[in-house]
């Protein structure tokens, strides 16, 4: 007896590749709309599972704000055999979304707080749903400052925007590169040693990090040493995860599944749980 | 429901009736002390007095290898999701895995619901049989108190000499007992009897080890640091058998199966082990249990202290089957009882 289900949770809604931009050698932009008419509906910080048939799936920060409803964007590097096939794709190809999933950052806790974000490469994806979110509504938030740290110049993502932001009034941005070459004039050296430069109010801020798993703690010390409380630093976690829906195991740190219970979790939450951080 | 009792003379007569309406699986013997859940063709295939399977009947909750969903890329990603199964009796399961499938229940029942798993669930039905003797050195059903059934079957037989006691919890038990003439009604002398044997029981499946079910919690709350995960994990060979056989595991890996032409496939889920080197690294190559003794003290947790804080129960029946198939001779009883004697020990 073959007994068919509408939703099983594996079930993906089409999307189509409505505009691709090259970022890096290893980075593409995607904007992606999904073909059932609806809006994806996420939180800044979720993740959507990006699906093609015969290659599989890959779990992607949606990397654009709610704010812009109609489309929204994946920033995928180029790791494996998966995320090689998506760097294939062309301009209306058709791919599947499942999501999204998880718990995105506490977007109505944050309001009216001074903000600051703190991203080293590939971790700017996920906070930028958020930078942007908050750009979008600047009102309802107070002091912003934004942190970026990458390898080496090339590697910047999101290049032309991060200008802007580093242009803006109202934005405090700070970029540093561990490597820098003959043109770069920023600074040089790791995420951490911005962290001293910037002046905040540990009583109405809350921080937001991502970035490699060996970064966290050596910037989370930082935070700490200039008195922000563990439980208003944010963190994005990233974990090998196959259903989204706290089962598969992979995902899992301690009692949380990270698809589920994360990927963001306030650092107060994980900090005793050795692997996590 | 009122209780029945059926001659044993007529059990094979019922099995029957039983495979004339469903798909039946039971307990088939494989060896001299192995056993495996299998679709029978014939009622003297049955092996009700049996140690725990090899594999327990999660397979066919959740079966090995399972099609999601069916592809079909030639006019864009087009699929359809879909379970394929035929209504089923198991007939035969021990009340600990009984309590094995409650467990599951919980995983993939719980919102957000797992479809395909509710669908195999609700074609399967559930005939218990009552252990009266503790089944070997390995059993730790005394310990995890899951000798005695509580709930979760359709019907649940006990042994009683020349006839079995039916203890019928479902409608669906019902139905499956008005498929044969034999049975008569369980008089109230049949009802004390049944309760005498459950109270004697108690005396024959004591405690295995000198842990408590009570002290549980507390020996995994201070017990993530103790050396004996280190002492532990030094004979694993990561080869994963423990958590195969294992009625509560339930971790899996969703892969991606095309046919020859490509165009079309199944993305299927397979059982996957946390004891895999590979089963937690991410694209950066980061591996967050990298060591052995992480993922072994990763699996014992996972039976007694993680579920406890998100399904409030042990998710460890006490069925003995990680002991009895370790190459490694890792036995369950054995390292709990070290992890509580190494309090205090560096
Ligand atoms: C919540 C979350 C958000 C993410 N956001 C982004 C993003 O915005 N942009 C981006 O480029 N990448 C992101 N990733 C990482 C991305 O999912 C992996 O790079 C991708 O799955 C690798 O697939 P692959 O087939 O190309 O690699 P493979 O060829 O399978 O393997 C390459 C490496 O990736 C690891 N890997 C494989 N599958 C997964 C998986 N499902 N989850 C994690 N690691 C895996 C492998 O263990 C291996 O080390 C995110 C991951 C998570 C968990
Ligand atoms: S069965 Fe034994 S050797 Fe194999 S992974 Fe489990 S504990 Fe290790
Ligand atoms: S951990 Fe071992 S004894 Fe406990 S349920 Fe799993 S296989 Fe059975
Ligand atoms: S991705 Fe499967 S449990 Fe989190």
């Known amino acids: ?277 | 429901m009122k209780d029945v009792l059926l001659k044993k003379e007529l059990f094979d007569g019922f099995v029957e009736a039983l495979m004339n309406s469903y798909k039946v699986a039971a307990p088939t013997r494989r060896g001299d002390k192995s056993f495996a859940f299998d679709f029978i063709t014939n009622p003297s295939e049955v092996c009700l007095d049996h140690i725990p399977t090899i594999l327990p009947p999660k397979k066919y909750f959740l079966p090995q290898h399972e099609t999601l969903l069916e592809y079909d890329t030639t006019e864009g990603q087009n699929m359809q999701a879909f379970v394929e199964i035929e209504p089923m009796v198991i007939l035969g399961v021990h009340s600990c895995d009984i309590a094995g499938i409650q467990c599951l229940n919980h995983v993939f029942m719980d919102r957000p619901k797992d479809y395909h798993y509710q669908a195999r669930h609700d074609k399967i039905l559930l005939i218990g049989y009552e252990c009266l003797r503790k089944c070997d050195q390995y059993a730790s059903c005394g310990l995890m108190q899951t000798h005695t059934p509580t709930g979760g079957y359709d019907i649940f037989m006990t042994d009683m000499g020349d006839h079995y006691y039916f203890s019928i919890n479902t409608f669906a038990g019902k139905g499956m007992v008005q498929l044969f003439e034999g049975f008569e009604p369980a008089d109230t002398v049949a009802e004390k009897t049944l309760k005498k044997l459950r109270s004697d029981k108690k005396k024959l499946f004591k405690n295995e080890t000198d842990v408590s079910l009570a002290e549980i919690p507390s020996i995994f709350e201070w017990g993530f640091d103790s050396h004996v995960w280190d002492r532990t994990a030094e004979k694993c060979l990561s080869c994963g058998n423990c958590t195969n056989v294992c009625p509560t595991c339930y971790c899996f890996d969703v892969n991606d199966e095309p046919e020859l032409n490509l165009a079309k496939g199944r993305r299927v889920r397979v059982w996957d082990s946390c004891q895999n080197e590979t089963f937690a690294i991410i694209a950066g190559g980061e591996n967050f249990r990298p060591k052995r003794a992480q993922r072994t003290r990763h699996r014992f947790f996972r039976k007694f202290k993680y579920p406890v804080m998100r399904y409030g129960k042990f998710f460890c029946t006490g069925c003995g089957r990680c002991s009895r198939q370790c190459m490694a001779s890792i036995n369950l009883k054995e390292t709990i009882s070290n992890l509580k004697r190494s309090w205090g020990e560096i």
């Open chain 1, 1 to 277: 007896m073959r007994i068919p289900l509408k939703k099983s949770g594996y079930e993906i809604i089409k999307a189509e590749v409505v505009k691709i931009t090259p970022m890096t050698a290893t980075e593409k932009l995607y904007e992606i709309r999904l073909k059932n008419g609806e809006n994806l509906d996420h939180d800044p910080g979720q993740f959507v599972e990006v699906s093609i048939f015969g290659a599989g799936e890959a779990p992607i920060s949606v990397c654009s704000s709610p704010t812009n409803q109609d489309t929204f964007e994946l920033c995928i590097r180029k790791v494996g055999r998966m995320t090689s096939v998506l760097h294939n794709l062309k301009v209306g190809d058709e791919i599947g979304i499942r999501g999204p999933f998880g718990v995105g950052f506490p977007v109505n806790l944050l309001k009216g707080r001074d903000m600051i974000f703190i991203a080293g490469g590939l971790g700017i994806a996920p906070l930028r749903s958020l930078i942007n979110y908050v750009l979008d509504e600047r009102r309802d938030f107070g002091k912003v400052d934004i942190l970026l740290g990458c390898k080496t110049p090339d590697k910047m993502l999101f290049g032309s925007e991060v200008a802007v932001w580093a242009e803006r009034m109202d934005v405090n941005f700070c970029c540093t590169v561990d490597k820098s070459d003959p043109e770069w004039k920023g600074n040089v050296g790791l995420i951490t040693t911005l962290i001293p430069g910037v002046n905040f109010n540990p009583d109405n801020t809350f921080a937001v990090v991502c970035g490699p798993p060996e970064m966290y703690i050596y910037v989370i010390q930082e935070l700490l040493k200039k008195g922000m409380p563990e439980s208003r630093i944010y963190v994005s976690l990233e974990r090998h995860m196959k259903c989204g829906m706290g089962r598969c195991g992979h995902c899992q740190i301690h009692q949380y599944y990270c698809c589920m219970d994360g990927p963001v979790f306030p650092y107060d939450k994980v900090k005793d749980l050795e692997g996590a951080i």
